[in-house]
């Protein structure tokens, strides 16, 4: 059956702390896999990662493909308290998510 | 550039009910997806839909459907209702299959 687990589900950190995100896959004909970041509203798009672009970054957030080991990372450098939400992962094609890492940043 | 619209924002059904709920994608996107999002499952896919058929479908009963128009505007209907039903429906768009998605603002849905 194919599945995203993301862990953990939930992490509690103080602002300024370096935070890794893990999402693990099993998807058949897999093509992508997407980070989203969901606060109150809906999730916004984060990065695509594919076989062609395994490692992206956007200031203090990067990201990086396993394909190897079916896996992605996602880290956040010097947290702020802005970065408190629901951090989501998603296969692309055939859409799956996983059940989100709720990150929340102490002051 | 305009962002995803979906419509109703809120709706109160009672049990065996049916409703419609509407999307309206980015321009130019062709491809909208739905999800059923509750805070014990997450968001969970319901389907997905490319100029006008149907390209994936998640595991929901057959009372939730959907089509997609010429103009790639969507409709999810679910008919006969469940409490269970209660939850946020989001739909998303993206310009191909498989790329980013654009969310709209939901459609929270209350079924008592």
């Known amino acids: 059956e194919d599945k995203v687990v993301q862990s953990p589900l939930s992490l509690v950190v103080h602002e300024g702390d370096t935070v890794t995100l893990n999402c693990s896959y099993e998807?058949?004909?897999?093509?992508?896999l997407l980070w989203y970041k969901q606060e109150k509203k809906a999730p916004t798009f984060l990065f695509m990662l594919?076989?062609?672009?395994i490692e992206k970054k956007s200031g203090r957030l990067s990201s990086i493909l396993d394909k190897k080991e079916l896996s992605s990372i996602l880290n956040i450098t010097a947290t702020q308290t802005g970065d408190s939400a629901i951090y989501l992962c998603?296969?692309?094609?055939?859409?799956?998510f996983g059940k989100g890492t709720r990150l929340h940043i102490l002051p | 550039k305009a962002g995803v619209t979906q419509t109703p924002r809120y709706l109160i059904k009672t049990r065996g009910q049916q409703v419609t709920l509407s999307c309206s994608p980015i321009?130019?996107?062709?491809?909208v997806s739905w999800y059923q999002q509750t805070p014990g499952q997450g968001l969970q896919f319901l389907f997905e839909?490319?100029?006008?058929?149907?390209?994936n479908k998640g595991n929901f009963p057959g009372r939730f459907s959907g089509r997609q128009f010429s103009n790639s505007r969507s409709e999810m209907n679910v008919s006969t209702l469940e409490l269970g039903d209660s939850a946020l429906y989001l739909c998303?768009?993206?310009?191909?299959?498989?790329?980013?998605?654009?969310f709209g603002p939901g459609t929270r849905l209350t079924v008592l």
């Open positions: 998303a768009s993206s310009y191909l299959k498989g790329n980013e998605q654009f």
């Open positions: 998807v058949t004909n897999f093509r992508s």
């Open positions: 594919t076989s062609s672009g």
């Open positions: 998603a296969t692309g094609d055939k859409i799956i």
């Open positions: 321009s130019g996107h062709r491809s």
């Open positions: 839909y490319f100029s006008e058929t149907q390209r």
